[in-house]
């Protein structure tokens, strides 16, 4: 299975470079592993250690104008593949593309994401547009 846990350099070079005005919202799927994976070799379970991430994150992401404007548990795929369950799913709203690289480019997150690498077996992060919201299916 290939793990994706840190955003892949060019996919995030090509996301800096889209001319998006206004806010973000970043799709968050979770996996955790069942016992987290420190280098120096601490104990925690991978929610745990996305717990601590949270919690030192939290500061950063209030900062830069960070708000969860959805959050819930994943329970059954309706579509796609049976094997991708999730154990956390999350939307991340930033005022702006820049807000979000002002976060993961700043000194004191880069010092404590370690958590969430440590946390996380696999996840997806999808980067939308925000668009008004109505009583019909978009396009």
Partial sequence: ?????????DAFRQFAKMDIAGPVQML?????????DYEDGREATGVEAYK???RESEPIFTRV???????GKPQVPLIGP????????FIAEYPSKDAFIEMVKDPAYQAIVFHR??????SRLYCFEKRETGSGFAA
Wanted: net charge neutral; glycine share 10%.
């Fill in 1 to 9: 299975m290939t793990r994706y846990i840190d955003p892949d350099r």
């Fill in 28 to 36: 968050n799927l979770l996996r955790f592993r069942a016992r987290a």
């Fill in 52 to 54: 601590a991430y949270g």
């Fill in 65 to 71: 104008g960070g708000q969860i404007i959805w959050n």
């Fill in 82 to 89: 049976a094997d991708e369950t999730w154990h956390a799913g």
């Fill in 117 to 122: 690498q440590a946390a996380v077996e696999t």
